[in-house]
């Protein structure tokens, strides 16, 4: 593996052992620098309800574009996603997709 940068990966890491980053430091990180493209990629969450006769999948995708992509816009999506992953996780009958089940 190559790391292309390595001077922010040991800022992240910031004294923490072995493989982990500094979560504060890691969630700037990926409000801040992270590429548009794949903070899109890695914020996309599906999930399965099952609580149908015909269960289906939903999901939440970041839709702002490239060019209204913002940090703070970032950061308030990232709070939404929080909430709706625990609110989905605490309903019965919702979990996760799995595209190996597929």
């Known amino acids: 593996m190559i790391i292309?940068?390595?001077n922010e990966?040991?800022?992240?890491?910031?004294?923490?052992?072995g493989e982990?980053?500094?979560?504060k430091r890691a969630r700037k990180w990926l409000v801040?620098?992270?590429?548009?493209?794949?903070?899109?990629k890695l914020t996309t969450v599906r999930f399965t309800n099952n609580r149908v006769a015909k269960p289906y999948t939903?999901?939440?995708?970041?839709q702002v574009s490239a060019k209204d992509d913002t940090p703070a816009k970032r950061e308030k999506y990232l709070e939404y996603l929080y909430y709706k992953i625990?609110?989905?996780?605490a309903t019965e009958g919702i979990e996760l997709y799995d595209p190996r089940t597929v």
């Not at 990966?9 to 052992?17: A, E, F, P, R």
């Not at 982990?20 to 979560?23: E, G, K, M, N």
């Not at 801040?32 to 899109?40: G, H, M």
Request: proline fraction near 6%; aromatic fraction near 26%.
């Open 9 to 17: 990966i040991i800022y992240l890491i910031n004294k923490k052992k």
């Open 20 to 23: 982990a980053f500094d979560l």
């Open 58 to 62: 939903f999901g939440y995708l970041y």
């Open 32 to 40: 801040k620098s992270l590429p548009y493209p794949d903070f899109v």
């Open 86 to 89: 625990y609110q989905n996780l």
């Open 4 to 6: 292309k940068n390595f």
